[in-house]
Structures are given as structure tokens and as C-alpha cells.
């Protein structure tokens, strides 16, 4: 049995009690605080349920506004002794509570019978894709994903070497992504693309498009937003620089590659990466790390570059890329290598899960719900006006106090202002004779 | 995190809505029964708590929101009205308020 089954049956069971307690209390003080028991049970309920907010709520003005109010007015009135005194109609409530409780249980049975409640997987999220340009290609091009599932094409034009896109969210369903000459429109090249439900894609072009060579490519980076343990970042290489394949080694103190007897003794975080292909995820925690790209050529290590304090933040998903530069004059041994956007900003992605924050519930009700909103308000003003009329000691009728000024000045017998003042008519005794008996 | 299913959540919401209509129908003083009132709305905004999870949806959430507004405004004004009444018939037993009766 899991801590949460056992957190679940535990605070249940208490809350259930603490109902229970409530209704049968004779003290209503008592019946009070068994309800704010159950609210406080409740309110870790919502915990479990991914609900802060709510729980929070719900212990400020359920168990705590709320039930002041109760207490107060049970205080107030002095009624918290229960007067159960005309037992007449018992046996109407002692029928009601049978018929009522028997009609909800067998609301329960279909439920039993079919094995719980049949409810659909949760509906996955949209898939999200970025595009990022690491090609080298004759001009600015269109980047055009079009699909079904779409009606209209998206269209990011006029991209340059080194864009990264932001994520957008897009239907699932099958895409085409068609790079095309933002002067002319001429397409380069195209290439389907299926996004599943809850997939992050990071489409990279790559390559080169000329005259001599046509190697571009897309790779596909499959990202993911879940958040890591202890708050570790995630970093994926993708190689779209050498054929040789790649490895990505963190040299340490020394700043330099050790190798002893043919074998690196550094941490070698990614290995045998080849053209096109992207690394598994290397966890990372938070902190600065002298990295450096190596060439793996059989037992032949030649540094491609190295990045002196790769930063590395906390609870981060960061996508490396390492392209040739091609905004750089071609050397004598071909374009230097550079790492794509290594500031992070669009790359990084932070990991957190917001559902049930109050940041969101905030937004979505001062977004979507701003008539409600305000309607509740206007509700709330209502109430307080409704509690001031119901509780004035004259009640609904208006006293108007003209009327009051004018009574006071006519004159009256003392008789009805006695009565009047004290709410009963004043009996007056009129003396009587006693009759005289009748004396011969 | 979806280790306790949700019809355990929904089945506890259950027994909670019935305890306060059994409250309801069972207690004669005013207050109580208010009290058992709130009681069913807060086994109602549990079940939609946890049919919010179940969906990744945030609109139940919201509409607990609501229900809890709503709620707090009945109690004032319900509060204000038994403490009328209670000025009235020096009584909140709902037996003695029997002017209604055929």
C-alpha cells in the first residue's frame, strides 16, 4: 500500500468520522468544530488533488471565516443545546432519512455494478514544435509547416542561419515542413513530419544547399517538459557539424582532455554522436562546467571546441546544437564550429508544473471569467446589504421619521401611550359600587 | 501522483453528501442544519476537484472557486435570518417556525 492510498484512507476515514460526529453532537459548539475537522480534511484532500490553491482557500474562509461566523451566532443566540422539543413528526424525518438514503444508494449501484466510473484517459496536450536553421543555405528562406490538421499554413519567413523558433503549438496530426527561398519562393526541400499528442519537437535543418552539395536534412529532437528529480537540468547535443562522430567531454580542473593509456579519464557525457543524431539526456545539476567537443576518430581525440563555464541552470531543458558557423568566411579546413543560441533564452525551457497555482487560477479568472467575477461580487454586495436590512430590529418596513416627529406631537390620552409603550392594553378597572343589599 | 484513483475521491464525496443530507433531514436546530448545508457543498466541490485532476482541466478548480463565493454569501445571509428569527420567536428549532403549515 502506497503513502498516498494510506494518506487518502486515513484522512477519509477522519473525515467521514468528523461528519458523523457533527450531525449526532448534542452541543452545537461541538457539532462546529467537528465541521472544521472535516473542512481540514477536505482541505488536505485538495492537496493530494493538485489544488494549493483551493486547499488554501479553503482553510482561510471555509474553516476559518466561515465557521467563525457559525460559532458567533451559535454563541450569540446561547442555542448550543439543542431543544428537540415536539417529537410529533419523527417519524416523517425517521421515513425521509430512510427513503432519502436509500435512493442515493441505489443512485451508487450502477456505479458498483460497472466497475467504477468508466472515465476517458485524460486528453493529451498539443504538440509543440520549434524549428531551428542550422543549414547553409543560398538566402533567407520560408519555413512552411502545413498539414490537415491546420487550416492555414504557418509560415515562418524570412529565417537566417541560427533562428530558433519559439515553440508553437500546433493540432496533432501529419505535417509537411517545406523550406523555401524567401526571394523567390523556389522550395529547397521538404519533409513529413507526425506529431503525436504530448510530443516537444525540435526540427533542426541542417546541411548544406548548393550547387556542389545538397545535404540538408531534418533532424528531429524529441524534448520533454517533465520536471527532473532534485531539480537537475536535462541537456540534449545534436550533431549537425562533423561526420566524425562527436563526444562531448567535461575536461575538470586541469582544463584539458586526460588520457591515460589510451582511455579518457574524464567525465565523458556524450559519446559516438554521428551526423544528424541527437544525444540521450544528460543530467546535469546546477553549476559552471568546462566542456569541450572532441572529434572520435578511432583513438585519436582532436579538440573541435571548447566552451569554458558552460553554465548550467537549475530544473532546465536545454537543447545543444553544434553546426558549422557558416556566417563565418570558410577556412582552409572548412567552417568553424559554433554552438547554436548558447544564451539559453529561447533554448531552456523551464520545467516546473503549474497546474492548480494560484498564478493560473488568478489568470484564467481575470481572463476567461471576468464576468462571473464580477457577478460573484456584485452577489457578495448584495448579501451584505440583504444582512444589514434582515437584521435591523425593525425589520423590512421603512420608519419614516416624519411620521415619527409628527405622532409625537399630538396629544394623547396617557392611557394609549401607556399601552402603546408597553405593548399590552391597560386594563382599567372601573371602581364599581357594591350594590346595596336589599334592607327591609 | 494518480496513485489513489479517482472514483476513491468521488466515492468519499459520496458518503460526504450523504452524511449532510442526512444531517438536513435529521437535526431541528436551524443551525445545524445550515452547517450540514455546507457540508454537502464541500463534498460537491471535492467530487469536482477530482474530476478537475482527472482531466487536467483547470475550469473545475474555478468553479470551486466560485462555489465557495456563493456559499460564504448564503451563510451571511442565512446567519442574518436565523438571528431574526431567532429575535422573533426566541427559538431556532425549526419545529416551533410552523406558521407555513396547511
Not at chain 2, 431541528?28 to 476537484?49: D, H, P, W
Not at chain 2, 438571528?83 to 428549532?93: P, Y
Request: hydrophobic content about 50%; glycine content about 8%; aromatic content about 8%.
Amino acid at each position: 500500500m502506497g503513502f498516498e492510498l494510506f494518506l487518502f484512507l486515513a484522512l477519509g476515514i477522519v473525515a467521514i468520522g468528523s461528519a458523523a460526529l457533527m450531525i449526532i453532537s448534542k452541543n452545537s459548539v461541538h457539532s462546529a468544530m467537528f465541521l472544521i475537522l472535516n473542512f481540514g480534511c477536505v482541505a488536505l484532500l485538495f492537496l493530494m488533488l493538485d489544488a494549493p490553491f483551493i486547499s488554501m482557500v479553503q482553510i482561510a474562509v471555509y474553516a476559518g471565516a466561515i465557521m467563525v461566523l457559525f460559532l458567533f451566532v451559535i454563541m450569540l443566540l446561547g442555542a448550543e443545546q439543542t431543544t428537540d422539543t415536539s417529537r410529533r413528526f419523527r417519524w416523517v424525518t425517521g421515513a425521509a432519512t430512510i427513503l432519502t438514503a436509500s435512493l442515493l444508494f441505489a443512485l451508487m449501484i450502477p456505479v458498483v455494478l460497472s466497475g467504477g466510473i468508466q472515465l476517458p484517459e485524460a486528453p493529451g496536450k498539443d504538440p509543440m514544435v520549434r524549428v531551428v536553421h542550422a543549414a547553409n543555405l543560398p538566402g533567407p528562406v520560408n519555413v512552411v509547416i502545413s498539414g490537415d490538421a491546420v487550416e492555414e499554413d504557418v509560415v515562418l519567413s524570412e529565417t537566417t542561419f541560427g533562428t530558433i523558433s519559439e515553440f508553437m503549438a500546433l493540432p496533432a496530426g501529419d505535417y509537411t515542413v517545406t523550406l523555401a527561398l524567401a526571394a523567390n519562393g523556389a522550395p529547397l526541400f521538404n519533409q513529413s513530419v507526425t506529431l503525436a499528442e504530448d510530443a516537444v519537437v525540435t526540427a533542426i535543418a541542417y546541411g548544406e544547399f548548393s550547387t556542389e552539395a545538397q545535404t540538408l536534412a531534418l533532424g528531429l529532437v524529441e524534448n520533454s517538459f517533465a520536471p527532473t528529480e532534485d531539480g537537475a537540468a536535462r541537456t540534449l547535443v545534436f550533431n549537425a557539424y562533423s561526420e566524425t562522430p562527436l563526444m562531448l567531454v567535461d575536461l575538470g580542473a586541469n582544463r584539458d582532455l586526460n588520457v591515460v593509456e589510451g582511455v579518457i579519464t574524464d567525465q565523458v557525457l556524450v559519446s559516438e554522436l554521428g551526423l544528424g543524431s541527437v544525444s540521450d539526456a544528460v543530467v546535469l545539476d546546477k553549476g559552471e562546467y568546462p566542456l569541450a567537443f572532441y572529434r572520435q576518430d578511432g583513438a585519436e581525440f582532436t579538440r573541435v571546441l571548447s566552451v569554458e563555464g558552460w553554465s548550467v541552470e537549475a530544473a532546465r531543458e536545454q537543447t545543444v546544437i553544434i553546426a558549422p558557423d557558416y556566417d563565418a568566411p570558410e577556412g582552409a579546413d572548412g567552417y568553424r564550429p559554433r554552438v547554436l543560441d548558447r544564451n539559453q533564452e529561447q533554448l531552456v525551457v523551464p520545467t516546473s508544473e503549474t497546474f492548480g497555482a494560484p498564478g493560473d487560477i488568478g489568470r484564467s479568472l481575470f481572463t476567461d471569467y471576468l464576468l462571473p467575477v464580477n457577478l460573484v461580487g456584485f452577489l457578495l454586495l448584495v448579501a451584505l446589504v440583504g444582512v444589514i436590512v434582515l437584521t435591523r430590529p425593525q425589520g423590512l418596513t421603512t420608519v419614516r421619521r416624519s411620521t415619527i416627529n409628527r405622532r409625537r406631537k399630538v396629544s394623547r390620552p396617557l392611557v394609549s401611550v401607556i399601552a402603546q409603550q408597553t405593548g399590552s392594553d391597560v386594563v382599567v378597572d372601573t371602581p364599581k359600587l357594591e350594590e346595596p343589599t336589599s334592607g327591609d | 501522483m494518480n496513485s489513489v484513483p479517482v472514483e476513491a475521491f468521488v466515492a468519499l464525496s459520496f458518503v460526504l453528501f450523504i452524511l449532510g443530507a442526512l444531517g438536513v433531514l435529521l437535526r431541528k436546530n436551524a443551525i445545524l442544519i445550515f452547517m450540514s448545508v455546507e457540508l454537502m457543498l464541500n463534498a460537491a466541490n471535492l467530487a469536482l476537484v477530482a474530476f478537475a485532476r482527472q482531466w487536467g482541466d483547470l475550469n473545475g478548480q474555478i468553479f470551486v472557486f466560485f462555489v465557495m463565493t456563493v456559499a460564504a454569501a448564503e451563510v451571511a445571509i442565512g446567519l442574518a435570518l436565523i438571528v431574526a428569527i431567532f429575535r422573533n420567536k426566541q427559538s431556532i428549532n425549526i419545529d416551533d417556525l410552523h406558521q407555513m403549515e396547511g
